[in-house]
């Protein structure tokens, strides 16, 4: 048996290989309040791919985003004891969202240590844990079977392009291409400074795109994770259609003809498109005529305009679930939001100003400065979001810690900025737990006040679970009191993954960085 790729929508993959099948980030239901769905719609994909999606042997769940962690599908479709390839991430969060939703069986990974699941297929998770994808972070899947290597990119923005290729020349590369943020449309800017703006968002979606073709160097690509179709009437204004729209979502034939004119092989994919991977061809069947493909591009608005049709009642119903007014917004944004502002004084220092964010009958100040929360009194702002009401109230009652994956990607909002984009006033906005803000707080400190030597020696060692370790990492100085973590034998730097022997500190990731540890007991007992 060939490896065979099937396509089940947006980043949504099913593998099957000779000894299992893996199903990655099956999404269905329609993410962030209704604004993102699947495009192009697969909601009418046939019985036979469901069984065998929901049949799989294995599950991969890149991150916790809404478009890649579909909860209501993940409830309702698969078997309570699927193993599920849990990435390497810095927390344990993805776990404990899994566990609560009832699943049993996981299986830990290392960050691209190659793991074999089955006689003849092996697998590695890449972990991104860079703060922009929140503290939790991002991954992509190799999976080795078959005589074939496929690489599932999907959104990951791994900085070491080669890594992925390490482990074999790679066959098939599924890879972002279009947007997948809210930047720039949301702002309040003339539509000539916004024209400039997405423009330039596109090239540089593209271009980097791009570098990870040329690095990885796989036989045929193919265009994955984007765009969303916007159905809603106030957004599909950010489809794009003729091409004209202020909108930073490009479809797949776009990227396809910038990667004929690189000289690449692109591969057009639709829900239920599958790709049988053999030594010397690559056989693409779809599961409709070609030129039915090519109406869901060429009649694009038509398409669009039929699906807004069909969800629309799902839509209305949705936005009829949406919380009502409170009288007790600003206390509960007050109690749980000013704690963390105390956790995070560099966070807030980086700031530096304060943040307005109007909703409906209520305008609510961050004053980062002074670390507080309070009703708006005229003071100055530099940074302001106006945010519907019903959604404030939402997200509010479900204590959302991450309000990029929660809110912000639904686009429903508006922006505005006296200066220049300051990355911690979203870091903020992504980290809204104690474990998100105490490694949120720690990677801002590690990089605007990285430690002397001096300082360091200085430190007092820290006590983590039965053990007293040195504070710094001895790899790039990361604190260990937010990052450091045991599993089982080994002492773990969850910033980026190095590992020691928890009885010797022998650094298990390269040589010659030795961490000092030593059980606590054996210290009490020294005194």
């Known amino acids: 048996m060939a490896m065979r790729a099937t396509s089940i929508g947006h980043a949504g993959i099913l593998v099957e290989t000779a000894a299992g099948s893996i199903v990655c980030d099956p999404w269905f239901v329609p993410a962030f309040f209704g604004s993102w769905f699947p495009f192009p719609r697969n909601d009418q994909l046939g019985d036979d791919l469901r069984e065998r999606i929901e049949n799989a042997d294995y599950l991969y769940i890149s991150h916790l985003h809404g478009d890649h962690h579909d909860e209501p599908f993940l409830k309702e479709h698969f078997r309570r004891d699927i193993p599920i390839l849990l990435p390497g991430f810095p927390t344990r969060e993805q776990q ?39 503290p939790g972070g991002d991954s992509a899947l190799v999976v080795m079977a078959d005589d074939a290597i ?11 392009l ?23 449309m949301v702002y309040e800017l003339p539509d000539t400074t ?3 703006l997405v423009d330039a968002k596109v090239e540089a979606q593209f271009a980097r795109a791009l570098r990870y073709v040329e690095k990885i160097g796989a036989r045929a690509i193919v265009p994955s994770a984007g765009p969303p179709a916007f159905l809603d009437p106030e957004l ?31 591969i057009m994919n639709v829900p239920g498109t599958t790709i049988d991977i053999g030594t010397d061809s690559l056989d693409v069947t779809h ?41 007790d917004l600003l206390a509960t944004l007050q109690s749980w939001w000013e704690p963390l502002l105390e956790m995070a004084p ?20 961050i004053d980062f400065p002074n670390g507080e929360v309070r009703a708006h009194r005229g003071e100055p702002f530099e940074f ?34 006296e200066g220049e984009f300051n990355e911690y006033v979203y870091n903020f906005l992504k980290s809204l737990s104690r474990e998100r803000m105490r490694r949120t707080e720690a990677e801002a400190q590690r990089k605007m006040h990285p430690p002397d030597e001096e300082s360091m020696a200085k430190e007092a060692d820290i006590r983590i679970g039965d053990y007293v370790v040195q504070r710094r990492c001895p790899h790039r100085n990361a604190d260990l009191e937010a990052f450091g973590e045991i599993d089982g034998c080994e002492f773990v730097c969850t910033l980026h993954g190095w590992r020691f022997e928890v009885d010797t500190g022998t650094c298990l990731t390269h040589a010659d960085h030795d961490l000092r540890i030593r059980r606590a007991d054996s210290v009490e007992q020294g005194r």
């Open 287 to 327: 599961p409709m005529p070609q030129h039915e493909v090519d109406a869901i591009f060429t009649d694009k608005r038509e398409y669009l305009e039929q699906y807004q049709a069909d969800w629309m009642p799902w839509l209305d119903e949705t936005k009829a679930g949406w919380n009502p007014p409170s009288t």
């Open 150 to 160: 496929l690489v599932n990119q999907n959104d990951c923005r791994t900085t070491d």
């Open 236 to 266: 599909f204004g950010l489809n794009m259609i003729d091409g004209d729209e202020l909108s930073i979502f490009p479809d797949q034939t776009v990227f396809l003809d910038k990667l004929a004119q690189g000289g690449f092989t692109g």
């Open 96 to 134: 404990r969202t899994l566990r609560d939703l009832g699943f049993t069986e996981f299986i830990r990974t290392d960050d691209q240590q190659e793991l074999e699941l089955a006689d003849g297929l092996k697998v590695a998770v890449h972990v991104e844990t860079s703060i922009t994808d929140g």
């Open 346 to 365: 560099t966070l807030c220092e980086q700031v530096g100003a304060n943040v307005l964010i109007r909703t409906d009958g209520l305008d609510v100040l």
């Open 384 to 417: 302001r979001f106006d945010i519907p009401r019903a959604l404030m109230e939402t997200v509010a009652a479900q204590r959302a810690v991450d309000w990029s994956n929660s809110l912000l990607l639904s686009c429903r909002f508006t922006a505005w900025r």
């Open 162 to 184: 080669g890594q992925m290729r390490s482990h074999g020349p790679v066959d098939l590369h599924w890879l972002q291409f279009s947007g997948a943020i809210w930047y720039p």
């Open 194 to 196: 916004m024209r400039r």
